[in-house]
């Protein structure tokens, strides 16, 4: 079974560009959460999603950032317009969602940004 | 006080000992806890959960709990270079959300 897919792998773009991050989550999970890892800030929660659901986006950084689920298998990030400090790791993850058995995350292999 | 906080190393242990990595989480009413393992480069990968105080032993690694005072522990016997990763705590905030939010991590390097 296919794990958790993402694309691009990496991303070099300069400031004030639109960068899109997509995610296909495992199929018959039904959360889906973006994280994005730094040096100084480690692993923080952007988002994340229940039955494609936002359920909680406290911890998306400012309105340039959106993220969307249209269907089970698919979702995006965006961040508009991008940001020098936006540079990092995103990754995406998915799990059952199943009470506790949420946090039995299956990550993807991240999207690396670097913003110029 | 943070959600998740976890000691950053680096930790350094000689091969064949034991590793033992710590954490303590602020929400009292959190039930799901979880040690990840990351290595340089790559992905987050899930390698124990536990959700009950006490012990909970999965081949050389064990996990253990107290609710109490609020920490959660994970012990590697006969640690081998192939340990040698940062190590992620994660919890379930029940009173947020049921968000997981991960410590910043413990590095861990395992000298022959």
């Known amino acids: 079974d296919a794990g958790v897919i993402q694309s691009p792998r990496h991303e070099v773009t300069e400031m004030g560009q639109e960068v899109t991050l997509r995610c296909k989550p495992i199929?018959?999970?039904?959360?889906l959460f973006w994280y994005r890892q730094t040096m100084m800030r480690g692993l923080e929660l952007l988002i994340y999603?229940?039955?494609?659901?936002?359920?909680?986006d406290s911890g998306m950084p400012e309105d340039r950032f959106s993220a969307k689920m249209p269907n089970a298998s698919f979702s995006t990030l965006k961040i508009q317009p991008s940001e020098p400090r936006d540079s990092a790791v995103y990754f995406c993850?998915?799990?059952?969602?199943?009470?506790?058995?949420?946090?039995?995350?299956?990550f993807g292999e991240g999207s690396r940004l670097t913003v110029l | 006080q943070k959600e998740v906080e976890q000691n950053s190393g680096p930790l350094s242990v000689p091969e064949g000992a034991i590793a033992s990595l710590n954490c303590t989480y602020s929400?009292?009413?959190?039930?799901?806890f979880f040690w990840y393992r990351q290595y340089s480069g790559k992905s987050p990968e899930l390698i124990m959960s536990?959700?009950?105080?006490g012990d909970k032993e999965d081949g050389r690694f064990t996990a253990q709990l107290n609710k109490a005072s609020q920490y959660v522990s994970l012990l590697i016997r006969d640690s081998q270079p192939s340990d040698s990763a940062t190590y992620l705590c994660?919890?379930?905030?029940?009173?947020?959300?049921?968000?997981?939010?991960f410590g910043s991590g413990t590095r861990l390097s395992i000298r022959p």
């Open positions: 199929s018959g999970h039904n959360s």
């Open positions: 999603f229940n039955n494609n659901v936002p359920i909680d």
């Open positions: 993850a998915s799990s059952l969602g199943q009470g506790s058995n949420t946090g039995e995350l299956f």
């Open positions: 929400d009292r009413v959190s039930q799901s």
């Open positions: 994660a919890v379930i905030l029940y009173s947020s959300a049921s968000k997981i939010i």
């Open positions: 536990i959700y009950s105080n």
